[in-house]
Antibody, heavy 118, light 110 residues
Framework: QVQVVQSGAEVKKPGASVKVSCKAS????????LHWVRQAPGQGLEWMGW????????RYAQKFQGRVTLTRDTSINTAFMELSSLRSDDTAIYFC???????????WGQGTLVTVSS | QSALTQPASVSGSPGQSITISCTGT?????????VSWYQHHPGKAPKFMIY???KRPSGVSNRFSGSKSGNTASLTISGLQAEDEADYYC??????????FGTGTKVTVL
């Protein structure tokens, strides 16, 4: 069965960076895009970007350009999201999600809470 | 890329039907038949409900249906049940090869 398992909660200071991992299993990792989505407290879902695991090609939402970096390690079926220059409004739950193969996402990770606080 | 516009809340009694709208532009909703919908209970991972405007993934109840007209997509829940109470988000592929979510709609079962 498909599973997407994320790393644990993080607490960071303003200005720091955070790197969240997302390990996929139950399907061929390189066959499907992986997306990253976040939800700040009391806010809606916000799409951040995607990565093609096969090639490493990425696409980011304009809002996060220059601050987010998506990478992957195909040897361990794991994707990573690194967000730099953290601010308090980056406090959110960050999700990775597997693309369905049809411009949507079907399986989601459990979410990783990132708290930015001095 | 601005978020797609959804009503903040929609409510209905058990057994009734409700419809949630999702309005975008010709660069997203209106330009592609790649609208999807997600059900989200706070504290849990979102659930995949509809893709390609109107297709249901395996295991999703046929009480959920999707449609689109112009720049507005819609999700209809028929035979409303208590378990349907959740937040619902639309999502669309865009002309920039990115994606954008809707603002979210809280569904309340009265």
């Amino acid at each position: 069965q498909v599973q997407v398992v994320q790393s644990g909660a993080e607490v960071k200071k303003p200005g720091a960076s955070v790197k969240v991992s997302c390990k996929a299993s139950g399907y061929i990792f390189t066959d499907y895009y992986l997306h990253w989505v976040r939800q700040a407290p009391g806010q809606g879902l916000e799409w951040m970007g995607w990565i093609i695991p096969n090639s490493g090609v990425t696409r980011y939402a304009q809002k996060f350009q220059g601050r987010v970096t998506l990478t992957r390690d195909t040897s361990i079926n794991t994707a990573f999201m690194e967000l730099s220059s953290l601010r308090s409004d980056d406090t959110a739950i960050y999700f990775c999600a597997k693309d369905s193969g049809s411009f949507s996402v079907d399986y989601w990770g459990q979410g990783t809470l990132v708290t930015v606080s001095s | 890329q601005s978020a797609l516009t959804q009503p903040a809340s929609v409510s209905g009694s058990p057994g009734q039907s409700i419809t949630i709208s999702c309005t975008g532009t010709s660069s997203d909703v209106g330009g592609y038949d790649y609208v999807s919908w997600y059900q989200h209970h706070p504290g849990k991972a979102p659930k995949f409900m509809i893709y390609d405007v109107s297709k249901r993934p395996s295991g999703v109840s046929n009480r959920f249906s999707g449609s689109k007209s112009g720049n507005t997509a819609s999700l209809t829940i028929s035979g409303l049940q208590a378990e349907d109470e959740a937040d619902y988000y639309c999502n669309s592929y865009t002309s920039s090869s990115t994606y954008v979510f809707g603002t979210g709609t809280k569904v309340t079962v009265l």
